[in-house]
């Protein structure tokens, strides 16, 4: 199973990023998905999450700008980011809750993109 991300880059304030993240491999099923960041000398945290059904949950510091979702059909978790402040800048990973009928249940983890705001 390999996780694959894209739609990072450079942005100024208030702008925004798509990102995007695709599941591949011989999957069974997805369960959660979902997007964390990282930044130099600090802990990777959560900045959205999807379970399967479609429920949603956010960091505080992102909610209302930020939104979470996913096409099943192409396994995939789309994350759209609006009104991005300098303070997302960060490493985004995506994440995914997988089994597979080889390897069983377990957390997948993409290689990340980078995602800059500045002006």
């Known amino acids: 199973v390999q996780l694959v991300e894209s739609g990072g880059g450079l942005v100024q304030p208030g702008g925004s990023l798509r990102l995007s993240c695709a599941a591949s491999?011989?999957?069974?099923?997805?369960?959660?998905m979902g997007w964390y960041r990282q930044v130099p000398g600090k802990q990777r945290e959560l900045v959205a999450g999807i379970t399967s059904g479609g429920t949603t949950n956010y960091a505080d510091s992102v909610l209302g700008r930020f939104t979470i979702s996913r096409d099943n059909a192409k396994n995939t978790v789309i994350l759209q980011m609006n009104s991005l402040k300098p303070e997302d800048r960060a490493v985004y990973y995506c994440?995914?809750?997988?089994?597979?009928?080889?390897?069983?249940?377990?957390?997948?983890w993409g290689q990340g993109t980078q995602v800059a705001v500045s002006s």
């Open positions: 491999g011989t999957i069974f099923m997805i369960y959660g």
């Open positions: 994440n995914a809750d997988i089994m597979t009928v080889t390897t069983g249940r377990r957390l997948y």
